[in-house]
């Protein structure tokens, strides 16, 4: 029996070991964040959100713009109308071509024609509030773009903390394990002596082997927070795993935070952008029963040969259009995009609602997360006096085994304890901040 717990023990050390035996990575709390601007995928994709709303809009420029196209044609005809025409335009019809005979059964005729064509819009009403849609739906996605970098921000630094937390706790295992090995000696030495039980010293073995499982699993925290903090940086670790140049903090820092978000919040202006996005919408729809007024013109060549120009003519006009029905379909459209800026409000307004609600269940979380830090504290240094007390009446022999085998898990545990609670105060705190940002 006792061969096979030292089997155990061994083979649970070489697994834990194991997870650190890959290449450390050193990384700081200031590196995480650069780290994070220039790489993070999310970030990225928030960049060509605003690429794209910017393409929009450079679209819009058509409205103040002409469109020009240029074209060559070539046609072979014995239609009467498009072969006298042909001639006509390459300014090459004879008196003989006014024959009744050829004008209705014409000679099979080629016409090549090169032609330049301009259209410049003067008055599309409903496209310039088009154009300030795109233009406010860019400022959206600017602005939603800045708030990810805050919050993934937010989120690498917890993510470090994290890491930190997970290191922390292996310490606090190892601390624990030698400490457990330690009294197993005693508790041997003991037991040779007759002086315990049997069943004290398989306590303790068993003990030593909780703390193995314990300190692996801690080891196991630390590649999992690595990987996600290495997920956030967009970094391929290649099997190895970040350290933090700074260690976890152990107290906290007292401040007085806001209890109300700021209207200037970058999401809550997004928001408030888009709205206005859908509200010009809205006007452009109201403006397509507007008439337009658009000036076109077009220069064209003509010749019997491919690429030749022996004639020449030109047209310029203007044109005013208005759509008097077309099936509803004007009015479907404002209809909706008038839906769509009152449910675009009325989200705004829940989304400020919801965000104060966050806001006060956070503070709240703050004095709870303070009080708890007083309270895993006091609890932890009362452990830790409890345990010294207790250890040295059991090397006078006059404490219980199981009372010091529960002082010592109570140790360990008690000092997690303080820690997740530093940890839950300070993140707290720094996620207030990005609410009232």
Do not use: C
């Not at 259209?119 to 599309?124: A, D, K, R, S, T």
């Not at 003991?190 to 073995?205: N, R, S």
């Not at 269940?361 to 830090?373: H, I, M, P, Y």
């Amino acid at each position: 029996m006792k061969r096979i717990k030292e089997i155990f023990i061994t083979g649970s050390l070489l697994v834990a070991f194991s997870v650190f035996g890959q290449d450390t990575i050193q990384i700081s709390k200031s590196e995480i964040v650069q780290k994070m601007t220039d790489q993070n995928l999310q970030l990225k994709i928030a960049n060509k959100s605003v690429e794209s709303a910017r393409s929009d809009y450079r679209q819009s420029n058509s409205l103040f713009l002409p469109n020009i196209s240029a074209s060559h044609t070539a046609i072979s005809t014995t239609n009467p109308l498009m072969a006298f025409g042909s001639k006509l335009n390459q300014e090459i019809l004879t008196a003989s071509d006014f024959n009744p005979a050829l004008l209705n059964d014409p000679s099979q005729t080629q016409n090549y024609a090169t032609k330049i064509e301009v259209l410049q819009p003067i008055l599309n009403a409903d496209g310039l509030y088009e154009r300030k849609a795109a233009k406010a739906k860019i400022e959206a996605f600017q602005l939603q773009t800045e708030r990810t970098k805050e919050y993934l921000e937010l989120e690498v630094n917890k993510a470090f903390m994290q890491l930190q937390l997970a290191y922390k706790a292996v310490q606090v295992f190892e601390k624990a394990d030698a400490t457990a090995k330690s009294n197993l000696k005693l508790v041997e030495n003991y037991f040779k002596q007759g002086m315990l039980q049997k069943t004290d010293l398989l306590a303790v073995q068993v003990r030593v082997n909780e703390i193995v499982n314990q300190l692996q699993y801690a080891k196991s925290n630390v590649r999992n927070a690595s990987d996600y903090l290495a997920f956030l940086l967009n970094e391929d670790t290649k099997g190895g795993i970040y350290k933090p140049t700074e260690v976890l903090e152990n107290e906290i820092s007292i401040t007085s935070m806001s209890s109300g978000f700021t209207a200037n919040r970058k999401d809550i202006l997004a928001m408030e952008k888009s709205s206005e996005a859908y509200k010009q919408m809205m006007q452009s729809g109201k403006m397509a029963f507007l008439p337009r007024l658009n000036a076109f013109g077009a220069y064209e060549l003509y010749d019997t040969e491919i690429f030749q120009f022996g004639a020449s003519g030109y047209t310029v006009g203007a044109q005013l259009s208005w759509n008097l029905f077309d099936g509803y379909k004007s009015i479907g459209k404002l209809e909706k995009s008038k839906a769509e800026f009152q449910k675009s409000e009325a989200e705004t307004e829940q989304y400020k609602k919801q965000s104060q609600l966050e806001l006060n269940k956070a503070s709240r979380q703050l004095t709870d997360a303070e009080n708890k830090v007083s309270l895993t504290k006091l609890a932890f240094e009362q452990t830790q006096e409890s345990y010294r007390i207790r250890q040295n009446r059991f090397t006078q022999g006059l404490e219980k085994t199981t009372d010091l085998l529960t002082d010592e898990t109570q140790l360990a545990q008690k000092e997690l304890e303080f820690l997740q609670s530093v940890f839950e105060y300070n993140f707290t705190k720094q996620y207030i901040q990005f609410l009232t940002k």
